[in-house]
């Protein structure tokens, strides 16, 4: 309640789609192991924590020969009418005003076979047995717990909080509607207090229950008035009534309704095409929660999706862009089919913004699209033009208005003769130098066949003061601007 007051729900920025969704298939498939246990009805110690999905599945195998055919029947027989019903209630759904309540008509159904056959005593099926009835009378907190308590509630108040978001966000994206992580934290919060007067467990989304809601058509807070209303008149009355159901017949209508949490599997494949980013943190984000159990599972998923957003930054995505003919549009190269560059033109994109951790990143995506290193590029007309300048002094060559000349009977000095005279001043003669035709010396200098470099910064959202000084310091564009001729940066 208190962080929802303080307008603490900005968290749920952090539970992105690609982390919710491999979080709800991961507990989707928590939710089924532990319901075959109950549709097998076989023995099976109560795990928690780190790798209990794993020890739970290797007590399954293990004790599979001891499965009870009753109850695998019934289950069995249940997950497929529910199956078979519910799609078709989608399929005519335009004909059917209200869905068939498959899940109603087979506990009931089923409730009925269980008492007259006596399953439990013939079969040793696994039954509801007793439901308590009435409600625990109200009690103040126990005040002196509170030092103890105030870590674990914190702990397990945010993540029943995740838990309802995250799951709140997948049918959010489903029905078209938004979540406000600030109502959420004060909804919790105020029907926690009260119901812990009650000695009620911490209240959160219940991943099964809200698939069986979701699935029957149950889209407003009618359906949970109407689910509540239900509840109490069993646990008052009806209760008694449904003590000879199987519990494999209520674990079979559970799995049933999580049919769409396991659909979003094929979101891996989309993802991979679209961003590997995504797909990583999807598949890290569920594998973790299977292992990890479902707490550390998705907390394991937030801090790899913020050291994934890190890594982005980091290591930026750098594009050369081209034209497409007829229009001013400008696209990647290298991503789109019928794109031009225009001719002696790199246009360098960069799609990030631009700090002291990734600035080199910038200077080899500019080395990689142009083709060359600019500074060595300089470099090397500067060891060209001392070494034409000297031979111009010895008058070795001629120069003239249309370039230079070599004298035949002269030979070429080595790049060995031009090492110490790299850092010599020498009083350069002024002369226009074609640097792309065949120099009389033997200096091998690269050929640079663009005369401008546009920088495309308009996805850079900033720049620090280490970005700035590299951009604007002559070690870096001072070359450029020697480089390339037209000097367009």
């Known amino acids: 309640l208190i962080l929802g007051a303080l307008q603490f729900g900005f968290v749920v920025r952090y539970l ?26 076989v023995p ?114 945010i993540l029943a909080y995740a838990l309802a978001v995250s799951l709140g966000k997948v049918y959010a994206i489903k029905y078209n509607y938004e979540i406000d992580g600030n109502q959420e934290f004060i909804a919790f919060g105020v029907s926690n207090i009260f119901s812990g007067c009650f000695s009620c ?48 017949v209520l674990a079979a209508i559970v799995v049933s309704n999580l049919k769409g949490m396991f659909w979003q599997v094929v979101d891996v494949p989309r993802l991979w095409r679209q961003s590997k980013w995504d797909t990583a943190i999807w598949l890290f984000t569920c594998f973790s929660s299977l292992l990890l159990d479902i707490d550390l599972g998705l907390l394991a998923g937030i801090i790899f999706g ?24 400008y696209k990647d190269i290298e991503k789109y089919k019928n794109v ?71 030979d070429s000095e080595t790049d060995d003769d031009l090492d110490d005279a790299e850092n010599k001043e020498t009083n350069d003669i002024k002369l226009h130098i074609d640097w792309n035709t065949e120099l009389p010396v033997s200096v091998s200098v690269p050929v640079v066949t663009i005369h401008s470099l546009i920088f495309d910064f308009g996805q850079v959202i900033f720049l620090d003061v280490v970005a700035v000084d590299t951009l604007k310091g002559t070690k870096y564009l001072d070359n450029w601007n020697h480089v390339v001729s037209s000097k367009t940066l």
């Open 201 to 248: 467990f911490c209240a959160t989304t219940a991943l099964s229950r809200s698939a069986v809601q979701e699935s029957t058509g149950g889209k407003t807070q009618i359906a949970g008035l109407i689910t509540a209303a239900i509840v109490m008149i069993s646990l008052l009355s009806v209760g008694t009534y449904l003590e000879p159901l199987q519990k494999s």
């Open 340 to 410: 031009e560059e225009p001719e002696g033109i790199k246009i360098v994109r960069f799609s990030s913004a631009i700090f002291y951790g990734n600035i080199d990143v910038l200077k080899d995506g500019v080395k990689s699209i142009v083709g060359f290193d600019a500074v060595r590029v300089f470099t090397k007309r500067t060891k060209a033009q001392q070494k034409i300048n000297k031979l111009l002094k010895k008058k070795k060559i001629s120069a003239n208005e249309n370039g230079i000349g070599r004298d035949s009977s002269t």
């Open 44 to 157: 099976s110690k109560n795990y928690s924590g780190i790798l209990s999905m794993v020890y739970t599945t290797m007590d399954i195998f293990a004790n599979i020969g001891k499965t009870n055919f009753a109850d695998l029947t019934a289950g069995l027989i249940t997950l497929v009418l529910c199956l078979v019903v519910k799609d078709l209630n989608e399929r005519y759904k335009h004909i059917l005003r209200i869905p068939v309540p498959i899940e109603v008509i087979v506990a009931i159904v089923a409730t009925g076979i269980s008492y007259g056959v006596n399953l439990e005593e013939n079969y040793n099926a696994a039954i509801v047995k007793n439901v308590p009835s009435g409600f625990i009378p109200p009690v103040a907190p126990d005040v002196s717990l509170f030092s103890q308590m105030l870590v674990p509630a914190f702990s397990i108040g």
């Open 306 to 329: 913020l050291f994934t957003i890190f890594l982005r930054v980091q290591y930026p995505s750098y594009s050369s862009l081209g034209n497409i003919s007829g229009t001013d549009i």
């Open 16 to 41: 992105g789609d690609p982390l919710v969704r491999g979080f709800t298939t991961a507990a989707a498939v928590q939710v089924l192991i532990s319901q075959i246990k109950l549709i097998l009805n």
